[in-house]
């Protein structure tokens, strides 16, 4: 009955009206579907929020142009019979006169299942539901790695299991039949479905994409977080380098390392433009030893670097640092790039490429002793420290005794813990596929935090699991049908790249995805824009995996298939007893 009336306001009033007649706590409440529509899940009809946002302003995002939006938020949560944890869900529902029969499901960050603020503006602007979770962590404010552990040494596994895929299809399931409801969309008209993430929000989606296949039309992936176990414990591969050669480069050699290789390799793809492209000729052909004996110098700074990855850094003063490259920070760049090998020389995980920036590398500065000193990276640190060893702690002490070989049995020990939770690599995409879903998956060819390889390793492995019997070029054309993988020249971890400020960025993924999902247009190259620098606002089209960017006459873009350069994402972990996917 309520529905009715606010349907007949909708139709029959002022816009600013419309939005704020249906935006009411009465109104969710009808909408929300029955206890058990989710086998288990009860609503708590009392924690029902609805309140109007209107002229809502969004700008500098890279996953979305801006936009000013109106729209209903709501909240409410619910329980699974027999737990008391309560699950906080938020959605903001378009102005009805908006609402474009579309549902978009958001996740999180490192740690944080969700960024609302960040990721549901970017469905609101095209008309859809945007919705995220809590997880069951105890607010939006909760981290999953704050309530991981019930006490040392015992794991809180439900949360583990809502972490690694349950909460977002939940989240997504509750989500489209409540914008049914709200909207009253006919029974014969369709829904259409999405995720948005990056990072770990990337390895979110591939969690639906690969546990909840019949949920979405369309993936939107960047950057994933995947093979969770070696991707954690990757981070501390940079340190182990500098302890195994003995040699902690001061920040600013480094970087004069990353500044000479972006030099070098920048006019590889064809356009001197001072963004590297082609990492992968960067690497057939650049020899970093050229490097030895440049000067460098940076000014004495208080800096402070934050990512949206697990890269957190704290604000430090770092003094006048003026010398010249030498060979132990040329041998520790190298190393690092290599990748990790055991003992016995054989692949057990890959590393970053040539030109992205080396974070987890970063030194201290000790001012007792005027020296730079190993700095344990935080993300690989609490990964081991809290989620292998189980103590309740945000970081390892030290790396004392941590050699190749101990990250390789951390690498086995995370895979075989949590294999079914967080690991996010099943390559067999059956139920996706038959559903007709489309993914557009994108990686910053320069990101300093996720491999850029390791997006390709995995586009590899559902190719190979889903085409066995094919050739390299009929499956890759069978799988572009509907997975397409595009590598972005010179972005960083999920944003652009300071250090290549002429680097494009896909901010217009949902625009072209929902033409490819409801109006049958393919991205044979990905929409892109440059979002900073001199040629801010340019539009740029990026390559489909294999097909590498070259660029002909300096000026004009050709996708082309270079077989040397795929190989040198081709990757052998034979570490490994098991599939790595
Ligand atoms: C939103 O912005 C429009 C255009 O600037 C203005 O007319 C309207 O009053 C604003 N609405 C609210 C609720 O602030
Ligand atoms: C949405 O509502 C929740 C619950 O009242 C509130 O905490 C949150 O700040 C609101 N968000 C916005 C963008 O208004
Ligand atoms: C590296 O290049 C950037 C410009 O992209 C510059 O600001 C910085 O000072 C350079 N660093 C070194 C060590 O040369
Ligand atoms: C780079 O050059 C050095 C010195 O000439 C050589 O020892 C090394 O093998 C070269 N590295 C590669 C990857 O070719
Ligand atoms: C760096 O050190 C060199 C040699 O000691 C000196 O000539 C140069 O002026 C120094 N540069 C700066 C900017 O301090
Ligand atoms: C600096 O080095 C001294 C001497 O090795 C050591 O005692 C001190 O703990 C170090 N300071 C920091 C902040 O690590
Ligand atoms: C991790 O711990 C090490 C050693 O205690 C410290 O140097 C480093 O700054 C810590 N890192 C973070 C991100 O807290
Ligand atoms: C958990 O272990 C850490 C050290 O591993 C210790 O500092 C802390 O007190 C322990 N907490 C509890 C609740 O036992
Ligand atoms: C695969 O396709 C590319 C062009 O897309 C072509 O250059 C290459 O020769 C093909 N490889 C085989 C084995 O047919
Ligand atoms: C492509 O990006 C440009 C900006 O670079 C934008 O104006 C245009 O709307 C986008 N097209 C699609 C289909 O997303
Ligand atoms: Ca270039």
New binding site residues.
């Given amino acids: 009955m309520h529905r009715a009336l606010s349907l007949l306001a909708w139709s029959c009033a002022a816009y600013a009206t419309s939005l704020r007649s249906a935006c009411t706590a009465s109104h969710i409440r009808d909408s929300l579907p029955e206890d058990g529509y989710i086998l288990g899940v009860i609503f708590d009809h009392s924690s029902v929020t609805a309140s109007p946002v209107y002229n809502a302003s969004h700008s500098g995002e890279v996953f979305f142009p801006d936009a000013t939006i109106n729209y209903c938020n709501i909240t409410f949560s619910y329980t699974h019979t027999g737990s008391d944890q309560s699950v906080i869900v938020g959605y903001y529902m378009p102005s009805p006169e908006n609402f474009k029969n579309r549902f978009l499901a958001t996740g999180g960050g490192a740690y944080a299942i969700q960024s609302g603020s960040m990721s549901a503006p970017g469905g609101v602007m095209y008309g859809a539901v945007s919705g995220f979770t809590d997880g069951g962590f105890g607010s939006m404010d909760t981290d999953f790695d704050d309530v991981f552990l019930l006490h040392n040494g015992t794991i809180n596994w439900p949360s583990v299991y809502m972490f690694g895929y349950e909460a977002i299809k939940e989240m997504t399931i509750i989500g489209k039949q409540l914008t049914k409801t709200f909207y009253d969309v006919a029974d014969n008209s369709k829904l259409y479905s999405y995720y948005q993430g990056c990072s770990e929000g990337g390895r979110e989606g591939w969690s639906q994409g690969q546990r909840a296949g019949e949920e979405y039309d369309g993936l939107i992936i960047g950057a994933p977080a995947i093979r969770y176990a070696q991707q954690q414990a990757n981070h501390l591969y940079s340190n182990v380098v500098e302890r195994t050669i003995d040699y902690y480069p001061p920040p600013c050699e480094l970087e004069k390392i990353v500044n000479e290789t972006i030099s070098a390799c920048d006019p590889l793809d064809g356009r001197a433009d001072g963004v590297v492209a082609r990492s992968d000729l960067c690497q057939l052909y650049f020899n970093m030893t050229s490097i030895i004996g440049k000067?460098y110098?940076c000014a004495a700074s208080t800096s402070s670097t934050l990512g949206l990855g697990f890269g957190k850094r704290q604000a430090s003063t770092e003094p006048?640092q003026?010398?010249t490259v030498t060979a132990e920070a040329v041998s520790v760049a190298q190393t690092i790039l290599n990748g990790l090998y055991d003992s016995q020389g054989r692949r057990a995980y890959i590393s970053y490429q040539m030109g992205a920036s080396f974070d987890d590398a970063a030194t201290t500065y000790n001012s007792t002793t005027g020296e730079w000193e190993l700095n344990i990276a935080g993300a690989g640190g609490e990964w081991v420290a809290r989620f292998l060893e189980l103590h309740d702690e945000d970081n390892l002490s030290t790396l004392e005794g941590v050699t190749y070989d101990t990250l390789v049995g951390w690498m086995k020990q995370g895979m075989t813990r949590y294999m079914d939770s967080l690991q996010t690599t099943l390559p067999d995409l059956t139920e996706f596929y038959e559903n007709g879903g489309k993914i557009i998956h994108f990686h910053g060819e320069q990101d300093e935090s996720i491999p850029t390889g390791s997006s390709v390793h995995y586009y590899d492995s559902v190719r190979q699991t889903m085409y066995p019997k094919m050739t390299y070029n009929s499956s890759t054309s069978a799988l572009k049908e509907w997975y397409r993988l595009f590598l972005v020249p010179g972005a960083a971890h999920c944003a652009t790249n300071t250090a290549q400020p002429n680097g494009p960025f896909p901010q217009t993924n949902f625009e072209v995805m929902s033409r490819w999902v409801e109006n049958g247009i393919v991205p044979q190259t990905l929409n892109a824009t440059i979002l900073q620098g001199e040629h801010i606002g340019d539009n740029e089209q990026l390559c489909a995996w294999p097909l590498r960017p070259y660029w002909r006459d300096g000026k004009t873009l050709t996708c082309e298939y270079d077989q040397a350069s795929i190989d040198t994402f081709d990757y052998n972990f034979d570490a490994y007893k098991l599939p790595l996917y």
């Fill in positions: 000067s110098y006048a003026n010398g």
